[in-house]
């Protein structure tokens, strides 16, 4: 059975810093395509960072390019968002998603196979 689990979330100032981690079991993250999306109150799941199971290329949101920077490591089928200069807009649930091996449309929900259940960031003084 696949399971994502988000860890990490919490409560920050604007201008702080975070690391998200998105911890897979019953799949080799290795063959898969992970991403990273976020969804506010009242508004869509929005797509944040993905990194291609082959090669490890990433793309990012404009909004987050610069500040955020996704990671993998297949030894401990993890991957991490290290999250900087966060703003009180970014406040939402963060979830991490997979799908097998390729997509040619990665910056959208419908693609992904697995979902974790998600981690609260807040951000606000």
């Known amino acids: 059975q696949v399971r994502l689990v988000e860890s990490g979330g919490g409560l920050v100032q604007p201008g702080g810093s975070l690391t998200l981690s998105c911890a897979a079991s019953g799949l080799s993250l290795n063959s898969y395509t992970v991403a990273w999306f976020r969804q506010a109150p009242g508004k869509e799941r929005e797509f944040v960072v993905v990194?291609?199971?082959?090669?490890?290329?990433?793309d990012y949101a404009d909004s987050v390019k610069g500040r955020f920077t996704i990671s993998r490591d297949n030894a401990k089928n993890t991957v991490y968002l290290q999250m900087t200069s966060l703003k009180a807009e970014e406040t939402a649930v963060y979830y991490c998603?997979?799908?097998?091996?390729?997509?040619?449309?990665?910056?959208?929900?419908?693609?992904?196979?697995?979902w974790g259940q998600g981690t609260w960031v807040t951000v606000s003084s």
């Open positions: 998603a997979e799908v097998p091996y390729s997509t040619v449309s990665p910056t959208m929900p419908a693609t992904y196979k697995f």
């Open positions: 990194i291609r199971w082959s090669g490890g290329s990433t």
